[in-house]
């Protein structure tokens, strides 16, 4: 392996462990999805149908996402959810400021 990939990938798992020690592979898809989706974000029914994973696997992944996973348990604070001002049951989870930071902080580990 090439030094800059070693160090990309070492930079990668430090920020990893920064931001949260169960920052899962799904998490992490999930995440990039997100990402995608930019400022209109992306409704938990669409993330089901670009990953196979179960409903309850993605309401808890989106939960660990956005800032608080329960009443007690605090999430990563990647992302927020945002209703859809034509249809009040629709919500679409995007990236928050810190959320946008850390995109930005992973597409600069990849340029070099």
Known sequence: MRNSTLRAMRKLAAMQLE??????P?????????????????????????IDMSKSTAGKTTRMLSARQSGTKEGL??????ED??????????????GK????????????
């Open 101 to 112: 930071i850390l995109i930005e902080a992973m597409s600069n580990l990849f340029e070099r």
């Open 26 to 50: 799904y998490t992490m898809q999930v995440f990039c999805l997100v990402a995608e989706a930019g400022d209109a974000g992306i409704s938990q029914v669409a993330i089901l149908e670009r």
């Open 77 to 82: 604070d990647l992302c927020e959810w945002v």
């Open 19 to 24: 931001t949260h020690k169960f920052f899962s």
């Open 85 to 98: 001002p034509t249809d009040l049951r629709t919500k679409y989870l995007r990236l928050n400021a810190r």
